[in-house]
């Protein structure tokens, strides 16, 4: 063998060696489809990115931004094809996530639960709420409650008072427009047609309507058209008439919406505490958040709800890199960043908040939740079917226009949850 | 080349029919798969209950269909497709005629005139729709900052969040962004106008409207009857625009039948009684060429 032939061999060995050890050392890519909006929260999900992907090497997360709506229109056809994601930020309940699992398109996360003790770590709605024909298979995330956010600059400009009861709230609606104010609830209803009135109707029915009866009627053994419930559609049409809504909020985006109140415009907002994100630094005043006041004769609730779940894709090809990554994303690391940096409260039990950098609306929240101990309601449209929920969004704005009346779209809603029960695909939250 | 095949190449009427299905083969096979095959996939899963997601399609018969007559969303759906078709179909036509009819004479600058009025035409309805949404907008757009400029603050109102205004409203977006293709093609039209029909009518004293009535419009009925035709399948199929300003809303003041079908189908997660709307919308429009085509056809004879 001369001199070049040992060259020729020895270089050969150095590249093969050299594309050997890059093969092995390339990182397994998960891709991940988002729904995280807001300047920071984006910020705060790609540095808890980062973070993950130091500490762990062989794993490359591939982040790919949507809309809630874009999810639900690509997720079933795209997962089903072969080309979804590894894990997906997707909403919870039988409209959303429940789709999806009962087609057998989401991994079991049962063994998960047991293994990464999530049971003790997250909510217990976290594993309540992703639970679709008996199997768990999300990871609850954004935990919230809805309510109202208030300018205290304005309220204490004006002598106003944060009322107490549902009267005092009527009433103060009728103060904003006698001092030139719009509404409090005027957001969104150009993009996401009845969301905001029908959020607020489950305030209302929450304070109003027994749990039980609600839950009755949420798992369609209870009438969505019976008289109590009847009654809480009719409390929404008394704010409507109390100028609590913007008559022209139908054509108001969120965006547009929410900047009414940001610049005092608009001295309250009906949002739920997933708005915290967008209180930037730009927005000078200082805001209180409530929930609605008791209304006569019932005891103040408040409504609960576990926004966005992480869920694993059935087919997967890195099961065990993906679950890694969402451990990840509930860990005691991540916690700090989604709260104080996203303004995003996860699911998560036994923090304490007390050194935690936040604006004092904020805080606020985090103390009314810690320290709440009166009733929780629900949230209906994340354990709601969706033709169901389509029916009540296009129905409140009708009720809120005075095309329909409460009766109306209760006898509405209560078809669409019997043909939902017909086809199996409501939740049964009573068992 | 064996000679079984080079006799066939030398038939030369074999060779010609090679010759015609070799061109109409490839568009064929394209037309079979993008539409046929759908066709028929559509209309076996409207006999079937499914979610769009499980692995088992339920055969329920007529099932879906027997649900329609039933349905007062698909009728409330149709309603608005029926004033959609007839206002929409109605104005751009005349608008098209109007303007045509006073270009039609040697207006100086006619060829900006033609220019400006087809340029909607050019955009996608998706931007017509975007265009339109930021023009009725009630706290920035055009529309409300003119009234309230010129003291009609009384009529600025947030056009698409009134569910009795939004309707006409989204009609005029989608009439704005059709009519300047009526009025080129009724310009093409008039270019076959007999001239000297028009001159013996004003010589024998007839007034404008009735040169129009008499002879102008006759001797246009084939573009009219031809837009008319098309503006109407329009009419039955409209989606883009309404989708991208309304999403059928606010409640269902907007939602027409595509609007509806896909929201049954892709929202709702009803794929199969989202297949029946789509055969029903699919033999509406069928319905509705039938006939065109066939006033059209008589009219020729």
Redesign the interface.
Known sequence: MNHKTVLRFVALVLVFTMLGSGYAQDPVEILYWDQVSGDDAQAVIETIIANFEEAHPNIKITREVFTLEQLTDISRTSIEAGEGPDIMYYDSGPAYGGILGNAGLLLSLEEAYAAYNWDERLVSVSRDWTTYGGTVYGVGHEFEAQGFYWNKRIFADEGLEVPSTFEEMVALCGTFRELGYDPPMAAGWADWGGFPISHNWYNVLANSVPSDKVAAAISGEYPFNSPDIVASLDLVVELVEANCYDEQGSAISFLDGNAKFYTGQAPMMLMSTWAMQFFTDEVTDEFGFMILPPIEGGEQTMIQLMGAVWYIIGDTEHPEEALTFLNYLVSDEAFRLWVEGAKLLPGVTGVDFSDYDVRPVYRDFLNLVSGWDGPVGYHLDVLTPANFNTTLFESTVELAAGRLTSQEVADRITVEMERAVEDGRHADITG | MTDSIRQVFANRKLRDYATGYAFVIPALVMYVIFVVYPFFYTIYLSLT?W?????VKEFVGFLNYERLFADPRLWSALSHNLIWIVLGTVTPVAIGLFLGVLLWRGLRGMVFFRTVYFLPVVLAPVAVGIIWKWM?????GPINSTLRAVGLDVLA???????YVALPALIFAGVWGYFGFCFVVIMAGLQNIDMEQIDAALVDGANGPQRLWYIIIPGLRHVLTMITAFTLILGVNVFDIIWITT??????ATHVIATYTY?TA?????VGYGSALAIVMGTVSLVVSFIFISIRERGGD
Not at chain 2, 51 to 55: C, L, N, Q, V
Not at chain 2, 136 to 140: D, I, L, R, W
Not at chain 2, 157 to 163: E, F, I, S
Not at chain 2, 247 to 252: A, E, I, L, N, S
């Open positions: 209950k979610d769009g997601a499980k692995p009725y907008n009630p706290q920035f109102k947030g056009w698409l969040g009134d569910p999403r059928g809303g606010p409640g269902r929201n892709f929202r709702e997660s009803y």
